[in-house]
C-alpha cells in the first residue's frame, strides 16, 4: 500500500463509520467480552436478532468488547439516529422485547436496566450520563479508548477512531530510531510484571543480526484474577496489531507473533480476524505504506501452562516444546525463537505505542506518577460491589480503586485483603488503602502491580485458605524442570495445607521461610524465585490467622472447616501411553 | 489394522494437513487433533511424530506436559468448574461440591455414563464474574451452587445428539 492508499482508506473509513454510528439507521451494540459472554451477552445478542428480524427492524449491530463495567455485563447500547447511545444493563433475553418495543420504537425508557447515555443528542428522560458512573468517570483509557465502543476486528472502525496513523506517522515520517526515543522518553514500562523500560527493552533488538528477528506478544495471561490482556485483544485487536507493528519498525523485526492460551477462543477469533482485515488492507505484509518496511504477524498458541508467560518458556512453546524455561545467556535479543534474534512484549505494553507514537511522548510522560508513567489497566475482582476493568492513570490509590471504581467491598463488609500481581505477586492487610498504584511503591509495601490483577478480600476471607489456593496455583503450574521450584512448591503446598487442616507441626512457619528462600534463591525463573511470594506476603500482614490455625486450631472465619477441593498436578504419566495395537 | 483406526488416522492427518496458521509445530498439531476429534490417541502422537519428523517420545512429551490434552475419548458434554482465587473466595467451592455431586464423582473425570466429561480449570478468564464455570464451552459468571445443579440438570435431559 503506498501513502495516497492510507489516505484513501482513511476518507472510506470515515465515511462508512459517519454512516454507521451517526446516521439513519439506528446501531445497537452488545458487550461480548469474556466478562460479557459469562454474563450470558451471547444468548441476548440471538435474541436480539431474531426480534429485530421477525419485526423486520432496520438496525446495524455490532458485537464490541468491554467497556469496564463487567458488573452491568450483558451491556446492550442503543444509538438512535438524533439521540446519544443510551446504555441498558444486566439485560436478559427476556428483557429485549421491552427495550425494542419501549425504546427503539417508541421512544419510551424501560424501568428497569437503563445505566445512562453517552454522547450527544436528544437525551432521554431520566436518564443519567455516563460519565457521572464513577467506573466511567475515573477511567483514563489509552489502550483500551477502543473498547466497547467499536467491534474488535473491523479495520475500517479502527482506523475511522484514528487507527493505523500512529503506524502511519512511524513509518513515513520518523527514523527508527526516533520511534525508539520516543517510547524511551514515554517513561512506559513493561506492563507484563516486571516493569522494565519497553524502549530500552526494544534497543536490545536493533543491533540483532538480520534478516529474520522476531517480536512476541505474551498473551499467555495464565493468571487467575487478570484478564486485561485478553480484554485488549478481544476488544481492540487492532491496537495490539498496530503496536506490534511500530515495535517492528524500530526494532528492525521482520515477524510479529501473539501468542494466546488455547482454550481462549474469544481472544484468539478476534486477534485472527483483525490480522486478515490489516492483510486485506495492505497495513500488514510487503512494503506498508509504500516504504522499505515489511512486517508479518501470526498467532501461536499454547497449551494450558501458566509458565509458558515467562520468556524463554514462550519461545520454547512456539517452537512446539514443552514451555519449560532456557537458561540465560544466550539472552532472548541475541538467541531467541528459533534461534532468531527476539523480543518479548506484554500485550498492554505494545498497545500503548500507538497512542504514544500518534500524541508524543509528552503527553504520555505526563500521565501517571513518578518512574510510572501513563496508566494501569486494572482488573478488578473478588469481594467488590463493581467489578471490572479499568483503565486509570498510574497514582491512583488502591483505597480509590476498591472504594471509588469498584462501588466498596460488597455486603457491606470490611475489607481486609488485597491481593496484587497475581498468584506470584501478593497479599496487602486493610491499611492499604492509601498506597498508590506505582510500580515502585507497590513494591516496596512488599507486592507488586505485575499484570494489573486486584483480588478485594472481605473480613469473611481467611488468609491462610486464599494463601492455600495461591499456593496449590503455583505448584500446579510449576513446569517441573529445576527442583527448588518442583520440589519447593509442592513442599509449600504439603506444609500450608497442614496449617489450613489444624495438623501443623513444630517449625512449620520457619519451614516455610527456609523453603522459600531456596527457591528464591536457586530457581531458574520467575515461577520459583517469587513462588513463596503471597506466602511471605501473607504471614507478614496475617500473622495472627496463621496462628489461630497452628496455635488454637480455630480458622477465624471458618473458611477451612469447609472440606477442601484443590486440584493435585495431574498431568499424566509415561507409563500411560502404549505404543500402538 | 481395522477400519475404526483406518478412519481415526483419516481424521488425525486431516487435521495435521488442514492448519491454518503458518507456522506448524509438534504442538500446534496436537492442539488441532484435540480440535478435532477431543482427544490424543496414541495413533495422534505416531502421526505427529511422522509428520513433523520427530520422536514418539518428544511428541508424548509434549503431549503430557499440557494438562488440556487427554488421551481418552471426551464424554458427550465438557463441564469445567474455575479454582482461581477470585472463584474460590465468591464461592467455587461450594459450586465445586455441587457439580461433583450432581455429577457423582469425586474427582477430575468423565461419569461412568460417559455422558460428561469434568476438569477443573485454573482460570476461566471471566474473573469479574466470578464464580465461573464452562459447559460446552460456553461461560457462566456469577454461578451459586443451586444454578450449577440446574445447568447441570438441564445438561442430563439434554444429551448430546450429534
Wanted: aromatic share 8%; charged share 20%.
Amino acid at each position: 500500500m503506498t501513502q495516497d492508499k492510507f489516505e484513501e482508506l482513511k476518507t472510506e473509513a470515515d465515511t462508512y463509520w459517519e454512516t454507521r454510528s451517526n446516521g439513519n439507521i439506528p446501531l445497537i451494540r452488545i458487550g461480548t467480552a469474556m466478562c460479557g459472554h459469562a454474563a450470558g451477552a451471547y444468548r441476548v445478542a440471538d435474541k436480539l436478532k431474531t426480534v429485530l428480524s421477525e419485526r423486520s427492524i432496520e438496525a446495524n449491530f455490532d458485537e464490541v468488547g468491554c467497556l469496564g463495567l463487567c458488573y452491568a455485563e450483558p451491556l446492550l447500547d442503543i444509538k438512535k439516529p438524533g439521540s446519544p447511545r443510551v446504555f441498558f444493563n444486566n439485560v436478559t433475553a427476556d428483557d429485549i422485547d421491552q427495550i425494542i418495543e419501549g425504546y427503539l420504537i417508541n421512544n419510551v425508557l424501560p424501568e428497569s436496566n437503563v445505566l445512562g447515555y453517552m454522547g450527544e443528542g436528544e437525551v432521554p428522560e431520566s436518564a443519567d450520563a455516563m460519565e457521572n458512573i464513577p467506573g466511567i468517570a475515573l477511567q483514563n483509557r489509552i489502550a483500551l479508548r477502543n473498547a466497547g465502543h467499536i467491534a474488535p476486528s473491523n479495520a475500517l472502525q479502527y482506523i475511522a477512531t484514528g487507527g493505523y496513523s500512529g503506524l502511519y506517522k512511524a513509518v513515513t515520517t520518523m527514523e527508527p530510531s526516533e520511534v525508539i526515543d520516543e517510547v524511551k522518553n514515554s517513561g512506559l514500562r513493561g506492563r507484563g510484571g516486571a516493569a522494565f523500560p519497553t524502549g530500552v527493552k526494544w534497543s536490545f533488538l536493533v543491533g540483532s543480526p538480520g534478516p529474520t528477528k522476531y517480536i512476541l506478544c505474551n498473551c499467555e495471561e495464565g493468571d487467575p484474577g487478570a484478564y486485561n490482556d485478553k480484554g485488549i485483544l478481544e476488544s481492540d485487536p487492532h491496537t495490539l496489531l498496530e503496536g506490534l507493528a511500530i515495535a517492528g519498525y524500530a526494532t528492525g523485526a521482520s515477524n510479529g507473533i501473539v501468542f494466546i492460551r488455547h482454550g481462549h477462543d474469544g481472544p484468539i477469533d478476534r486477534t485472527e480476524a483483525a490480522i486478515t482485515e490489516a492483510y486485506e488492507n495492505g497495513l500488514l505484509g510487503e512494503n506498508i505504506f509504500g516504504s522499505d518496511f515489511s512486517f508479518d504477524i501470526e498467532v501461536a498458541l499454547t497449551g494450558e501452562s501458566y509458565v509458558a508467560g515467562e520468556e524463554t518458556a514462550l519461545m520454547e512453546a512456539v517452537e512446539g516444546k514443552r514451555s519449560m524455561p532456557r537458561f540465560r545467556p544466550p539472552f532472548p535479543a541475541a538467541f531467541g525463537v528459533w534461534g532468531k534474534p527476539s523480543n518479548i512484549n506484554n500485550v498492554k505494553s505494545l498497545s500503548y505505542a500507538p497512542e504514544i507514537i500518534s500524541k508524543g511522548s509528552e503527553w504520555f510522560s505526563a500521565i501517571g506518577v513518578n518512574q510510572s508513567t501513563g496508566t494501569a489497566i486494572v482488573c478488578l475482582s473478588g469481594d467488590v460491589n463493581k467489578p471490572g476493568l479499568y483503565e486509570v492513570s498510574m497514582g491512583m490509590t488502591l483505597g480509590q480503586v476498591v472504594d471509588d471504581l469498584g462501588g466498596g467491598v460488597s455486603g457491606g463488609r470490611e475489607l481486609k485483603l488485597l491481593q496484587t500481581g497475581g498468584p506470584l505477586g501478593g497479599v496487602l492487610g486493610p491499611d492499604s488503602r492509601d498506597i498508590h498504584i506505582d510500580f515502585d511503591e507497590m513494591r516496596s509495601a512488599g507486592a507488586i502491580f505485575g499484570s494489573g490483577g486486584i483480588i478485594v478480600g472481605s473480613e469473611d476471607v481467611c488468609a491462610v485458605d486464599l494463601t492455600r489456593v495461591l499456593v496449590a496455583f503455583c505448584q500446579f503450574e510449576s513446569c517441573g524442570k529445576c527442583f527448588p521450584c518442583r520440589l519447593g512448591m509442592e513442599h509449600l503446598l504439603e506444609i500450608v495445607e497442614r496449617i489450613s487442616n489444624f495438623q501443623s507441626k513444630p517449625g512449620d512457619m520457619d519451614l516455610m521461610r527456609s523453603v522459600g528462600g531456596t527457591m528464591e534463591a536457586g530457581s531458574l525463573c520467575g515461577h520459583g524465585q517469587l513462588g513463596f511470594g503471597p506466602i511471605r506476603s501473607a504471614i507478614t500482614h496475617f500473622e495472627s490467622d496463621f496462628k489461630s490455625h497452628i496455635e488454637e486450631n480455630i480458622c477465624p472465619t471458618g473458611s477451612c472447616n469447609r472440606p477442601k477441593i484443590v486440584p493435585k498436578n495431574t498431568r499424566p504419566y509415561a507409563n500411560d501411553f502404549a505404543t500402538g495395537d | 489394522m481395522t477400519v475404526e483406526n483406518d478412519s481415526l488416522r483419516k481424521q488425525i492427518k486431516e487435521a495435521i494437513a488442514s492448519q491454518k496458521r503458518p507456522t506448524v509445530t509438534v504442538l500446534s498439531s496436537l492442539l488441532a487433533i484435540q480440535d478435532s476429534i477431543g482427544y490424543i490417541p496414541n495413533e495422534a502422537i505416531e502421526e505427529v511424530a511422522i509428520a513433523m519428523n520427530a520422536s514418539i517420545n518428544s511428541v508424548f512429551g509434549v503431549a503430557s506436559f499440557y494438562p488440556n490434552f487427554r488421551f481418552t475419548p471426551p464424554g458427550d458434554h465438557s463441564v469445567e468448574v474455575c479454582w482461581g482465587p477470585t472463584c474460590h473466595l465468591l464461592g467455587a467451592g461450594r459450586v465445586l461440591d455441587e457439580v461433583l455431586e450432581q455429577l457423582g464423582l469425586e474427582d477430575e473425570g468423565d461419569t461412568p455414563d460417559g455422558q460428561v466429561s469434568f476438569r477443573f480449570n485454573t482460570c476461566l478468564g471471566a474473573c469479574s464474574r466470578g464464580p465461573v464455570i464452562s459447559i460446552d464451552h460456553e461461560l457462566y459468571g456469577n454461578v451459586t451452587d443451586t444454578q450449577a445443579s440446574i445447568l447441570l440438570r438441564q445438561l442430563k435431559d439434554n444429551p448430546k445428539t450429534s
